[in-house]
């Protein structure tokens, strides 16, 4: 840099836009982005990895086999939108915390009216992050594991689920207290879950699942339009199964068997909430006409299909759109979950964040400092390179990353379901990881013809001893993958609170920048309260937790996409705003986000 452009930098004041309650940002030169070679691959990768590892999670273990075991791999084109919106999303809040240093929570409390306003408004937007979903699953996992098919979370074993969540819960917060930064300990858990999880999925998926359900994976991704129907398979009306008509593999021409109401009232209120029970003591929730213990009549169509050829509509089935809205609510990250990745962009050094610091774990984080503002440079002839730079190793980093892992987290545990679990078959939310696993089970003990396991010269990947292998192995990933996304949800939940509270509340602006990890510790402690207040006083129902979680996280990422907007357009300079291209995808990320959400509530409230 010249004489001249230094004397420049030194001189150039801050700008203060947006709301004056918060303060004003400092200034700094922006360093040079790290150059893209093969051999820096690896040190190059930062919140895409730790973000990406954390996204194989609740939506892909628990609501995408739920969908694809009951309606195959063609409606995961939700989650194909879900996760390209997200990685805009991911880019854009980036963005900002290249050129502040700050998270993009923070931005949003420096847009008027005033930071207390956003502080409340963002709580009621964020309440669904406080239900330890994930941790109540990873128990019935374990607690399937060790107990089988005997378990039940709400009467017999509902002491030893209540433990079980706790201690795990416990050993999700552990690894937050040690590791020096606390995004260094986040990096190390999640490239192990990588490694083991995917690694898993990749050897079940080669050797016992046909070559077909990966095509049917592949493609079920960009089936965009294909909806939930309930249809007759008969779909020409001529009596006889023709081929493609045979949705669910059966080999009967099914019908669609009519729905029963609930009948028994259980809590004495005068209203029924429970089904009968038939004599093996499941709900009686259907008129099963063919006595093969499942509800004949779900289906897919394509509605641009069906508007093309045959100018009409099919008869959508809206109350499963609420249903798959939990899928499309959490594939990727979900709600203000991916909020984070602009912590993680500053906690790793990058663009102005170099300059800020990280927060620091409260065992081994003693020379680690944050700052309570952000840090700004100058946009110049020489610092625009610099950040275009940085613009393009962060969009690197999502798209190569964050969203293949995604992609991958979404088609892997897929296959499960698709290969080893009857089409059309009602899985229960707490019990997919369960269920998928006697799947797996039984597909070890007789492998499906046009595998890899049914060759003879394979047969000793077959029998008995691998049968029980593979299930209690499929388990713990199970187990795996959803305690490690609760280490993430847990990490960004206080992340982003403490985060913007360092910055907007005057009390917190007073005290040294090493108290950082003490602020963060506190709310810690506080969250964790929360979260096992729940788990021992909200019920057994892991479903239901589930659903309760992520009924408002459309809405959240929804409108976090439209504030995202406004952040970038109000605070940063013109040279380094979004395009008009990039403004109009995020509100149409926004959009699809809030239609999803709508249906998920109705689907909750049971108005579908």
């Known amino acids: 840099m010249s004489d001249e452009s230094r004397s420049s930098a030194a001189s150039f004041e801050a700008p203060h836009p947006g709301s004056k309650h918060m303060p004003r940002w ?125 378990f039940d979370a709400n009467t017999t074993h509902w002491w030893l689920h209540k433990f079980v969540s706790t201690g795990i819960f416990f050993l999700c917060a552990f690894p937050l207290l040690i590791g020096g930064k606390v995004f260094n300990s986040l990096k190390v858990i999640m490239s192990a879950k990588l490694v083991i999880v995917i690694g898993f999925l990749l050897f079940v998926s080669a050797v016992y699942s046909r070559p077909s359900h990966w095509f049917e ?33 059966d080999g009967h021409l099914d019908v669609v068997e009519k729905k029963l109401p609930k009948t028994v009232d259980t809590d004495g209120d005068g209203k029924p909430d429970e089904w009968e029970k038939d004599s093996l003591g499941r709900p009686r929730k259907f008129v099963d006409e063919d006595g093969d213990g499942k509800a004949d009549g779900p289906n897919i169509d394509n509605f641009v299909i069906s508007l093309l050829t045959e100018r009409r509509l099919p008869k959508v089935d809206w109350a499963l759109i609420g249903f798959i809205a939990g899928l499309a609510a959490i594939a990727g990250n979900g709600g203000l979950t991916n909020t984070p990745i602009s912590n993680f962009t500053r906690d790793q050094g990058w663009g102005m964040g170099h300059h800020v610091g990280a927060i620091p774990s409260i065992v081994g984080g003693h020379d680690i400092e944050l700052s309570h503002v952000g840090c700004v440079f100058k946009v110049t002839e020489e610092s625009l390179p610099r950040w275009k730079g940085w613009y393009r190793h962060v969009a690197r980093d999502q798209v190569c990353v964050w969203m293949m892992a995604c992609l991958i987290g979404v088609s892997l545990p897929s296959i499960l379901s698709v290969g080893f679990l009857q089409r059309g078959m009602e899985v229960d939310g707490d019990l997919v990881a369960a269920m998928t696993s006697e799947g797996m089970a039984k597909t070890a003990l007789n492998p499906n013809p046009g595998t890899l396991a049914a060759l003879p010269s394979m047969s000793w990947l077959t029998g008995p001893s691998w049968s029980s292998g593979l299930r209690i192995a499929t388990l713990f990933c199970g187990f795996l993958v959803l305690m490690t996304s609760m280490i993430s949800t847990v990490d960004g939940f206080i992340r982003r609170w403490v985060d913007v509270c360092w910055t907007a509340l005057p009390q917190l602006r007073t005290l040294d920048t090493k108290f950082i990890k003490y602020v963060y510790f506190g709310v810690l402690v506080a969250y964790s309260v929360a979260c096992l207040s729940i788990i021992w006083f909200a019920g057994s129902g892991a479903a239901k937790v589930f659903q309760l979680a992520t009924t408002g996280y459309n809405f959240a990422f929804a409108f976090s996409c439209w504030h995202t907007i406004a952040v970038n357009t109000v605070l940063l ?22 239609f999803l959400g709508v249906m998920g509530v109705l689907k909750f409230a049971g108005v579908v």
């Open 26 to 150: 400092t200034t700094a030169e922006l360093i040079e982005a790290p150059k893209f070679t093969r051999q820096s691959i690896l040190a190059m990768i930062g919140p895409g990895l730790v973000m990406g590892a954390s996204a194989i999670g609740g939506g892909e273990w628990l609501s995408g086999p739920a969908v694809t075991a009951k309606y195959g791999a063609a409606l995961l084109w939700v989650a194909t939108v879900s996760i390209l919106v997200q990685v805009l999303y991911n880019i854009e809040i980036s963005r900002y915390a290249l050129y502040t240093g700050e998270p993009i929570f923070t931005g949003k409390f420096r847009i008027p009216p005033h930071p207390m306003f956003w502080l409340l408004f963002y709580v009621l937007l964020d309440w669904g992050a406080i239900f330890p979903y994930l941790v109540v699953n990873a128990a019935v996992v374990i607690e399937k594991m060790f107990i089988g098919a005997e």
């Open 217 to 249: 994976i592949a493609s079920g991704l960009f089936k965009v339009g294909t909806v939930p129907i309930s249809a007759d398979e008969d779909r020409n009306g001529n009596g006889t199964l023709d081929p493609g008509e045979d949705f669910d593999g």
């Open 573 to 594: 300079p013109r040279e380094l705003r979004p395009s008009l291209l990039i403004r109009v995808l995020m509100a149409f990320g926004g959009v699809y986000f809030s």
